[in-house]
């Protein structure tokens, strides 16, 4: 059997690329050209053989091709959480990048396992993948991520920088985003504001809470820890934290929230409340327009960072060698009424 032939369910044998090269009266190295992408070959040889292809429903084989050459023409993505919507919009944009790359592409997440995204980046590597988009885990060791590098597996960060600086990374500029958002709920006169967030030692909780500190710092106000609380938003300690704030002698007439988990787990403890304070949420929810009011909102891009990512990604296989990027994309303030909620009397 030729290495480009196989045979179906049926066990008829399936269309070869010398079935092709009869069919449309050229050698079989102009077929090889055609199917590879070869931009010199005549017009009227390439509709020849693009003809010959659909009418015998030739298709190439990929385990050989890969035999020949060692490369897979597929790329990796790994996320922390895909059910996460954010990563859920940024996973769309990737594959639609790869897609139109002619590129497959494997998803795979971590759920905050450190050693999961560990053996999946190396699991990836281990199928001769072209490249990875990649966030990276933020505790233990990292050391792997440059390990793979130095082997010659590319990979894009996204979300978070990558350690060291070791590589492309797309991310938010969470900071400046958080300082402008918090200043809005500053002009519409509150003075304490509330901050929920996700896990305290993660990179964008650490950026989102900075930029919180600067807005309120800015405005001559004194920082209050007992305004602020970390935690995993869905395990039930964000529902604690806001009604000790709330039941407390002087409490927040403002909240911000700092990623959309958070925003969903302070909506819930607010939905039994009578009295409401204004509400400023970083990232965007689908239903945040339906909301009463309407839910405002520092919105992300993440079809924005799932397309540079991936297309820096193609510049690094495609040969480009240059000093690591970090491209930093601005987040956009949403006003749709909770966060313009004046401070009550």
Known sequence: MAPDEERGRTGRTQPTMNHVAARAGVGLSTVSRVVNGDPHVSAAKSAAVQQAIEELGYRRNESARQFRTGATETVGLVIEDVTDPFFSQLSQSVEDVARDRGSMLLVASYRRENDRARQIIHSLSARRLEGIVVTP?????????????????????????????????????????????????????????????????????????????????????????????????????????????????????????????????VLKGLSLRDEKPALLGFDDLELAGSLTPGLSVIAQDPFAMGRIATE??????????????????????????????????
Do not use: W
């Open 137 to 265: 885990s933020e505790r233990g060791d990292v050391s792997y991520y440059a390990s793979e590098l130095n082997s010659g597996l590319q990979m894009v960060f996204v979300d978070r920088p990558a350690p060291g600086h070791i590589a492309d990374a797309v991310i938010t500029d969470n900071r400046a985003s958080c300082r402008d958002g918090v200043a809005h709920l500053i002009a519409q006169g509150h003075r304490r504001i509330a901050c929920l967030s996700d896990r305290a030692h993660l990179y964008t909780t650490l950026e989102r809470l900075a930029g919180y500190r600067d807005a309120i710092e800015a405005a001559g106000q004194t920082y209050d820890p007992a305004l602020v609380h970390s935690s995993v938003p869905d395990d039930g300690q964000h529902k604690v934290a806001l009604a000790r704030m709330l039941d407390a002698a002087d409490p927040p007439t403002a909240i911000f929230t700092c990623n959309n988990r958070a925003t969903i787990s």
């Open 312 to 345: 820096q990604l193609f510049q690094r296989i495609d040969g480009y060698r240059g000093p690591a990027r970090t491209t930093r994309l601005p987040a956009t303030l949403i006003s749709r009424g909770s966060a313009e909620r004046g401070r009550p009397r």
